[in-house]
């Protein structure tokens, strides 16, 4: 789940011109860390839900990559 | 003392740093691209103030986008502007509100490409409040400056001398951090933008209103801006390209201001707008004095003129606030080489209110990837216009009139 998360990721980073990272880093705030905008943040639970069929933003807001991935694991 | 005008990006701009960049050069650029709001608002209030037309243009607008507008525009090309210099601030300003400068803006259109609205000062300004319970007012700028909300949350700080604080497409840290640091007062916004200001981990006293604008807000956003900003008093707005701001909410409710009743008239649930309210273009079509706006309305209290609006009639589609006109991406999508069909859609999104995406038929033996045809449209369009999701498919359903059909 978690490389399936990176490569979401990543794939919208390339999109930005922003280089890949490496590893996905719990900690790492999806909005100062990742630079995500909310034009991203919307991209990110789409591709997410095509995957998982979860929408990670339904009830408020997601902040870090650990919060996404403790919401796919339920 | 000289008060504040702009903070952008660290740099902090007074006053009279403005008046001392208008009087430097009295040429101005009646066409201006620039990434720098200091130097668009310097240009802006430069032509305004003397009373000169000007064409507003988005920062990533690219010559597609606009070329096939007015043909060639020259963007070297600088005008005079005033004759005399401006001896005052107070001058400037009230230049600017006496100006019979035409300005124009950019709308989605419902077909094909943008479409211009010519408006002048009195539709732009009309919701302006003027006076001494303004004048300590300190705005988050959270708009762009090219569109009808970020023109009428300037003049409004503007013709009050208040400071704007640039918060536009910031993260949500430094948004905070500004709030705190610079003591905002008065914040208005599109929903996606408050969206991204959640989850409550704090509260900040200092701002006192909260405006949501631009698109479907929702009462559950409200409920916690409430608790991040205590003292506020939260509202919506609705305004559009083509008349600017038209009325503010009661509530979750719009209502028709009493002294305008006779200026809306709601035929089919749609919402139609007298032509006196309207700023000018070749684009707009007339039900007798009446335009469409295209906007759905449900009742809630008739005899009141009490209601709430449901959803667009049209075919445009609202992300974050921006207005994205389907068929504009389709054409810059058959653009490019390999693509043989295109449909574009709006599909619900909990951040966004609607993201766009794109279903994509490939010529046959092309090997476009989803990554090449983002990057080519970039080259196309404002990053707004660009389909979040595209997906490649071996047949795009028609509707019985041939059209592709839309889900």
Redesign the interface.
Same mark, same amino acid.
């Given at each position: 789940m978690k490389e399936k998360v990176l490569s979401i990721i990543n794939?919208i980073r &390339? &999109?930005k011109g922003l280089e890949a990272i490496p590893t996905l880093n719990l900690s790492d705030?999806l909005? *100062?860390d990742l630079?995500f905008?909310? $034009?991203d943040? &919307?991209?990110l639970?789409?591709?997410i839900e *095509?995957e998982f069929d979860i *929408?990670i $933003?339904?009830d408020?807001?997601v902040?870090t990559v650990g919060e996404i991935c403790a919401k796919l694991s339920k | 003392m000289t008060k504040n005008f702009l903070v952008d990006k660290g740099n902090i701009y007074t006053y009279t740093d403005l008046l001392i960049a208008i009087s430097a050069d009295n040429q101005y650029f009646p066409y201006y691209q620039t990434h720098n709001l200091f130097d668009f608002f310097v240009n802006l209030v430069k032509a305004l103030s003397s009373s000169k037309d000007i064409v507003l243009l988005d920062a990533d607008m690219n010559p597609s986008e606009f070329y096939a507008l007015d043909g060639d525009i020259d963007f070297s090309k600088k005008m005079p502007a005033y004759t005399t210099p401006f001896s005052s601030l107070s001058e400037l300003v009230d230049n600017l509100r006496n100006s019979s400068s035409r300005l124009t803006i950019f709308t989605s259109g419902t077909t094909g490409q943008p479409k211009k609205v010519v408006h002048n000062l009195g539709t732009l300004t009309r919701s302006v409040r003027i006076g001494e319970k303004y004048i300590n007012n300190i705005w988050a700028y959270a708009y762009n400056p090219t569109h009808m909300a970020g023109l009428q949350v300037f003049f409004q700080a503007f013709e009050n001398v208040n400071m704007l604080v640039n918060v536009f497409n910031q993260p949500r840290k430094d948004v905070y951090t500004q709030i705190e640091r610079y003591g905002i007062t008065h914040i208005s916004a599109t929903p996606t933008f408050y969206r991204l200001l959640l989850p409550l981990e704090k509260t900040f006293p200092s701002v006192q209103r909260i405006t949501l604008g631009g698109e479907k807000s929702d009462a559950h956003l409200c409920e916690i801006l409430r608790q991040i900003f205590p003292l506020s008093k939260i509202n919506n707005v609705y305004a559009s390209t083509e008349a600017g701001s038209l009325f503010a909410a009661k509530g979750d409710c719009f209502q028709f201001p009493e002294k305008m009743q006779d200026k809306f008239k709601v035929v089919d649930d749609e919402l139609l707008i007298h032509r006196s309210l309207l700023g000018e273009s070749a684009n707009f079509q007339f039900d007798g004095d009446y335009y469409h706006s295209g906007d759905l309305i449900d009742w809630v209290d008739k005899e009141k003129g009490l209601f709430r609006f449901r959803s667009r009639k049209n075919e445009l589609i609202n992300v974050g606030g921006y207005k994205v006109n389907p068929s504009e991406v389709e054409g810059a999508l058959l653009r490019i080489e390999g693509v043989q069909q295109a449909l574009v859609y709006g599909k619900s999104n909990s951040v966004l209110g609607n993201i766009l995406c794109a279903d994509v038929k490939l010529e046959q033996g092309s090997n476009l990837s989803e990554l090449d045809i983002r990057k080519s449209l970039l080259g196309q369009l404002q990053d707004f216009k660009v389909p979040r999701r595209i997906k490649f498919v071996e047949t795009l359903s028609l509707t019985h009139t041939g059209k592709l059909r839309r889900v």
């Open positions: 794939q &390339a &999109a705030s909005r *100062d630079g905008t909310s $034009f943040l &919307a991209e639970t789409v591709r *095509d *929408d $933003f339904e408020g807001l902040n | -």
